[in-house]
DNA sequence: CAAAATATTGTTAGCGCTAACATTTTAGCG
DNA sequence: CGCTAAAATGTTAGCGCTAACAATATTTTG
C-alpha cells in the first residue's frame, strides 16, 4: 500500500510540502530545479495523491455527472466508455445519471447530483441537453456544465457536437451519386435538434441535386429500434418504394434491415440503408451499415478536459464554448458504393 | 448548495457531532428517542454527508473497481450499467479498468487501481477472473474482490455466476424438443470456464437425447462477432449443414444470424439460431433472437452490495462467498418454436 | 548600490468527518 | 439502595491535502 505523502516527499527534498503540493499540482510559482528535483523524487517514492484529502482540502469533487435519458443505448454506452476510459487518466469520476422521462423527477436527479454528490460538473447528453428547466437550474446553481449536441440556449454552457446538417447532408449526396432517387428518410425523436438537422440535411440534399421527395417518403421516428421498424415497415411496403433509406441513427437503421430481410429485399441490391453514429451495432449485424461516424468517444474526453482544464475568472471562456468535431461518412455494404464521383 | 454539516444537526439537536455522525452511519450504538430527533431534524435541514470527509477520516474510498478486458462489448456494458445505477444510490463510484491483453499491464493497472485510486473493491468480470496472478495480487493486496463467472480458485473471493452447464442444457434440449436433431455449437472463450461449461451442457444434452454430434459441427469462437462470422460461414457451408446453431454468446449468434441472411437461409425455418446473455443486441436485429438471459444487471448489484454490506471480522463469510443466479431460457423468433413439450 | 518589484518558498489553519478512547447515564441485581 | 455492567453519549486528535497569507531570496531599476 502507498502510504507515501506529501510530507515524506517534503523531508526527503528538503523542501516544504506546500512546495511539493505545488509540483504535484504543476503550480508555475516553483523555480525549475526545485520542480525537477521534487518531481525526481516524487517519481522514486512512487507518490500518489489521496484523492479525498485533496478533494476536502480544495472542495472541487472530481466527479462528473452523466446525465441521459437511457443508458442502454448504443449511443449513450459509447460515449459512456469513453468518458470512463479518460477518467481513469484523470482521476475524475462518473456518476451515471438517468433520467427516464419524467420532467419533475428529471429535475430532482440533477438537483441531488448537485447537492449531495457535489459534482464538479455535469454532461448533458441528448435529449436532456434540450430541456430549458435543466438549464436553468444548472445555471442558477452556478454548476459548469457542458452539453452534447444542444438545440436551445446555446450560450448557456459550452457544447460539443458535429455538423449534423452537414454529415446528413454528405451522406444523402453519396446515396444520389451512387444512383438512388427515391430516398426516404427516418427522422429521430422530434424533441432532439440533431433530428431537425439531419432531416434538414437530407432534405437540402435531394433538393439541390433535384430530386422530389413524396411526403410518404418522410417517417418520424424516435432513434429507438422499435420505431424504425414500424418505420421501415411503412416505408417498403409503398407502391413505390424507396431505393434508399436513411435513418437518422443505427438503432433504426438496423431495423431498416431487420424489415429488409424479413421481406427478402436484398441490402443494398435492392436498398441501400445507412444510419447514423457508427456504434457497435452498424458494426455487429449484416450487411455492416454504412453511416456516418460521430466521434463519440472524442466528445466524451473533450467534454471531461473542459472541466479539467483550468478556467479563467471563474467562468468558461467564450473561445471554449462551442466545439463543432469532425463526422465522416462511413460507407460499408448497406448501401450500394459501386458508382463513383464522376 | 448543501452547506449543512454534522455540527449544524449536533447543535439544533443539543448532541454532540458523534452521535450525529453514529446516527447517520446506523451505528447501533445509539438510544431510540436520540436517534430519531437527530434523523428528523438531519432530514429537515436536508444534511448531505460530504463523501470526501468521510473517506478521508475512514479511510473507506467509496471507489470500486471493475475490470474488463474490453469495454465496449454488450456484455460488459449491461453490467456496467446495471453498477452504475446501483452507484447512484448507494455513493459508491465505479472506476472502469480496461485491460486489453497484456497480461504484464494488467497487474500493473490493477496495482494501480488498489494504490492511486484506493478502491474499495475490485470486480474482476470475464475473462480477467480468471487469470491466477490477477486473484493473487488481489489476496496479497489484501482487497477485496468479487468475481463473475470464475473458474478457477473458486474459495479465493466470492463470486457471482448462473448454472451455464444447466443453461446450456437446457437450450439445447429446448432445441432438440423443438425438433432439431443436426445441432452444432460455437463455443467461446478458451480461457473462459463459462465457454467449457456451455460447451459440455451443449455436449450431455445432445447426448442424454441420443443425438449425434459430428466433430464437424463445433467451431471454436471467441465470443466476437468476427469468430461467429468464420464459425457459421464454416457451418453452413458443410454438405450435411446444421438445422440448429447454439452459438455461446449473443454476438456471435447474430454473427450466424449474418451469414443464414447471406445464405438466403431463412432463420428459423431453416436453421434455428440461439444465444446466450440476452444483452441489448439480442432484440436489436431481426429476427429476435433466442437466448439465454442472464441477470447481468442483478449481477452488478448484487456484486456491489457485497462491498455495501458489513463483513465479519475483515473477512467475507463463508456463506456469502458463492452466488448462483437464476438464468431463463428466452425462447425468440430466431428458433424454431412451435413444437412444444410432448 | 539601495529600494522596490518580482519570484520562490514556508507557515498556519482548517476542509468535514470518524476512530479510539473517556465519560456519563441507565439498567440490573442482590 | 448501593454497586457494577452495559448502554449511550462526548472528547480528542487527526486523515492528507491545499488556500491564503507571510517570509525570504532574487532580480530589476533609478
Redesign the pocket.
Known amino acids: 500500500m502507498s502510504?507515501v505523502?506529501?510530507?515524506d516527499i517534503a523531508d526527503k527534498a528538503?523542501?516544504?510540502?506546500?512546495?511539493v503540493?505545488?509540483v504535484?499540482?504543476n503550480d508555475?510559482?516553483?523555480?525549475?530545479?526545485?520542480?525537477e528535483k521534487v518531481s525526481k523524487i516524487a517519481k522514486e517514492m512512487q507518490y500518489k495523491?489521496?484523492i479525498a484529502?485533496?478533494h476536502?482540502?480544495?472542495?472541487k469533487s472530481f466527479f462528473i455527472g452523466l446525465v441521459c435519458d437511457y443508458a442502454n443505448s448504443s449511443y449513450v454506452n459509447k460515449f459512456l466508455v469513453g468518458g470512463l476510459r479518460k477518467c481513469r487518466t484523470t482521476g475524475y469520476h462518473i456518476i451515471l445519471d438517468e433520467t427516464t422521462g419524467d420532467r419533475d423527477k428529471t429535475l430532482a436527479t440533477i438537483k441531488d447530483l448537485i447537492e449531495v454528490t457535489k459534482v464538479n460538473g455535469v454532461i448533458l447528453l441528448p435529449p436532456v441537453s434540450n430541456i430549458p428547466e435543466v438549464v436553468d437550474l444548472l445555471e442558477s446553481a452556478n454548476v459548469d456544465f457542458v452539453r452534447i449536441a444542444p438545440d436551445i440556449n446555446l450560450t448557456a454552457s459550452p457544447y460539443i457536437c458535429i455538423d449534423d446538417y452537414q454529415a446528413a447532408f454528405d451522406v444523402t449526396e453519396q446515396l444520389i451519386l451512387n444512383g438512388h432517387s427515391r430516398i426516404a428518410h427516418i427522422i429521430g425523436s422530434p424533441n432532439q435538434g440533431a433530428s431537425r438537422m439531419r432531416y434538414q440535411g437530407y432534405l437540402d440534399a435531394l433538393r439541390s441535386n433535384q430530386k422530389m421527395v413524396p411526403p410518404e417518403y418522410i417517417e418520424q421516428g424516435d432513434f429507438t429500434y422499435k420505431s424504425g421498424l414500424d418505420a421501415a415497415k411503412r416505408l417498403l411496403e409503398l407502391p413505390n418504394k424507396p431505393d434508399a433509406i436513411f435513418a437518422a441513427n443505427d438503432e433504426m437503421a438496423a431495423a431498416v434491415v431487420s424489415v429488409a430481410h424479413m421481406k427478402h429485399l436484398d441490402v443494398p441490391e435492392d436498398v441501400s440503408i445507412v444510419g447514423f453514429d457508427d456504434t457497435q451495432l452498424a458494426t455487429t449485424i449484416w450487411p455492416n451499415l454504412s453511416t456516418v461516424t460521430q466521434p463519440l468517444e472524442k466528445m466524451a474526453e473533450l467534454a471531461i478536459d473542459i472541466f479539467t482544464s483550468p478556467k479563467k475568472n471563474k467562468t468558461f471562456k467564450v473561445s471554449n464554448m462551442r466545439h463543432v468535431l469532425e463526422y465522416k461518412v462511413q460507407l460499408r455494404d448497406s448501401s450500394k458504393n459501386n458508382v463513383k464521383i464522376t
Do not use: D, E, I
Not at 528538503?14 to 512546495?19: L, R
Not at 510559482?29 to 526545485?34: E, R, W
Not at 476536502?56 to 472542495?59: D, E, P, T
Open positions: 502510504k505523502k506529501l510530507q528538503g523542501v516544504s510540502m506546500m512546495t503540493s505545488r504535484m499540482n508555475p510559482k516553483v523555480g525549475a530545479k526545485t520542480r495523491p489521496n484529502a485533496r476536502l482540502a480544495s472542495s
